[in-house]
């Protein structure tokens, strides 16, 4: 069965660089978009940006000048990289299957991020 | 950047109650919408997508409708599982946005 599942750091300091990995089974990183969404207090959820089935991505603007999605297609991995972080991107980090739409239908469980000293 | 304004943030109804959630495009999004429901402590579950079609394993008492800027999820026959958060999503335009949310509780 569709499973994904985010590890990362829980706790971040400001500045510093967050990296995340998104580990799925059930299916093909080249036959689906991979999407990233963070929910924080702050702004609720938002999109960050993905990484089409060919190995292009998008970006929400912003992020744009901070944020790196990639993949290994042979681990089955798609990483989130977001440098210059601050308080404010404090919150939980999900990767989710999108259908190749704009639209989410699988999720993983997600990673609470804290970025503080 | 599209706006997605959701009404109402909180909403308090009883079991076997219809209920219906409204979420406002700040612009014509063609029906490019999904809505996802969020229990506490869990992620986002999709269950409408294209304003309209139900996501596979969800009951048949939720639907969608809508078209332009004005869309709606409706639970039917209100359940006790369905306490959880709403959120509606447009995916018509980059940056794809996200609603701020409804929380339905039980009266």
């Known amino acids: 069965q569709v499973q994904l599942k985010e590890t990362g750091p829980g706790l971040v300091q400001p500045t510093q660089t967050l990296s995340i990995t998104c580990t799925v089974s059930?299916?093909?990183?080249?036959?689906?978009?991979m999407q990233w969404v963070r929910q924080t207090p702050g702004k609720g959820l938002e999109w960050m940006g993905f990484i089409r089935s060919g190995g292009s991505t998008e970006y929400n603007s912003e992020f744009k000048s901070r944020l790196s999605i990639s993949r290994d297609t042979s681990k089955n991995q798609v990483f989130l990289k977001m440098n210059s972080l601050k308080t404010e991107d404090t919150g939980v980090y999900y990767c989710a299957r999108d259908p190749l739409m704009g639209f989410f239908d699988y999720w993983g469980q997600g990673v609470m991020v804290t970025v503080s000293s | 950047d599209i706006q997605m304004t959701q009404s109402p943030a909180s909403l308090s109804a009883s079991l076997g109650e219809t209920v219906t959630i409204e979420c406002r495009a700040s612009?014509?999004?063609?029906?490019?919408l999904a809505w996802y429901q969020q229990k506490p402590g869990n992620s986002p579950q999709l269950l409408i997508y294209?304003?309209?079609s139900l996501a596979d394993g969800v009951p048949s008492r939720f639907s969608g409708s809508g078209s332009g800027t004005q869309y709606s999820l409706k639970i039917n026959s209100l359940q006790s599982e369905d306490v959880a958060s709403y959120f509606c999503q447009q995916y018509n335009n980059y940056p794809w946005t996200f609603g701020g949310g409804t929380k339905l509780e039980l009266k």
């Open positions: 294209d304003a309209n």
């Open positions: 612009e014509d999004i063609y029906s490019n």
């Open positions: 059930g299916f093909s990183l080249t036959s689906y978009y």
